[in-house]
């Protein structure tokens, strides 16, 4: 029994990478914004179908198929998510609760047309390679697990440092804290809205290219991904990259001892309830109330 709770502890962690790839991008245009977009998970799923065209397109089934996805779903997810910000950078008044119907309804769009093109039909990935078991002492994975969450890492660590120290991540750190006052400092808020739907599409991007690679893909999964972005982001707290790191581990950990000890049906139930738990006793989020403390 403690070999399978260390283990689903391991897969946890390593699920908590992929987690907190796909909740940055929400945290982000929300940080700036103040739009909650619920199209996030569509553009998650879009890149894993991008992926997934990539490797069936050149016949790379047994190799790097996934890992070669990346620059075009790079493209093909950025486009979107520009697509999705100038839809609602139109939006002038009300615009939390106008932001959230137009882009659930921009899901449901991207998800229909996802179906369309791609079918029904569940996908994942034929590469040996990324789905070989990677073992680490007594722990085992894929070896797609491991390399992206690698890739996580080394992506949030670049954007905290884009956020801390380049121009661009100081604006946004600026619209995002007073957009009226950085407006008045020379900063254009549009543009750098712009900029942090871009960055977003880029973590979604490399997060679907990374949830293709070891798990499976559906036209109405997109939803299912939002929603796992958002519990991150609340059980973080606003504006903290570590805390979506920890909250997206805290996520991942719960969901794979609940597997492991009770049942996968309950897998959804373990995250709503830690997303309730956290809210109760810490309203703030995790990181959230530390920093108002401080």
Request: glycine share 12%; with cysteine; aromatic share 10%.
């Amino acid at each position: 029994m403690t070999e399978l709770i260390l283990q689903a502890l391991y897969s946890g962690l390593l699920q908590g990478g992929s987690y907190a790839l796909i909740a940055l991008g929400l945290a982000l245009v929300f940080g700036t914004m103040k739009v909650i977009n619920l199209a996030h998970g569509e553009l998650v799923l879009l890149a894993a179908y991008v992926a997934y065209a990539v490797e069936s397109g050149l016949g790379l089934g047994s190799g790097f198929g996934p890992i070669f996805a990346i620059p075009i779903a790079l493209v093909v997810v950025c486009i979107a998510a520009v697509s999705v910000y100038f839809v609602v950078s139109r939006i002038k008044i009300d615009r939390e609760i106008n932001s959230l119907i137009l882009t659930y309804g921009i899901g449901v769009i991207l998800t229909n047309l996802i179906l369309l093109v791609w079918h029904a039909d569940v996908r994942s990935t034929n590469s040996t390679w990324l789905q070989e078991a990677f073992v680490v002492g007594p722990f085992y994975s894929m070896r797609s697990e491991l390399i992206f969450f690698g890739v996580s890492v080394a992506l949030m660590g670049a954007l905290w440092w884009w956020l801390a120290r380049s121009w661009y991540g100081r604006a946004v750190r600026a619209v995002s804290s007073n957009r009226d006052a950085a407006e008045l400092m020379g900063i254009d808020p549009g543009r750098t809205e712009l900029v942090s739907f871009i960055v977003a599409g880029v973590l979604a991007a490399f997060a679907g290219v990374a949830l293709f690679s070891y798990g499976v893909i559906q036209p109405a999964y997109g939803g299912a991904l939002t929603v796992k972005a958002f519990i991150i982001t609340v059980l973080a707290g606003v504006g903290s990259i570590p805390g979506v790191l920890l909250g997206a581990v805290l996520l991942g950990v719960a969901e794979a001892l609940t597997v492991t000890l009770a049942s996968s049906a309950l897998q959804e139930l373990a995250g709503m309830t830690l997303f309730l738990l956290v809210l109760f006793v810490m309203p703030n989020g995790l990181f959230g109330a530390a920093r108002r403390r401080g």
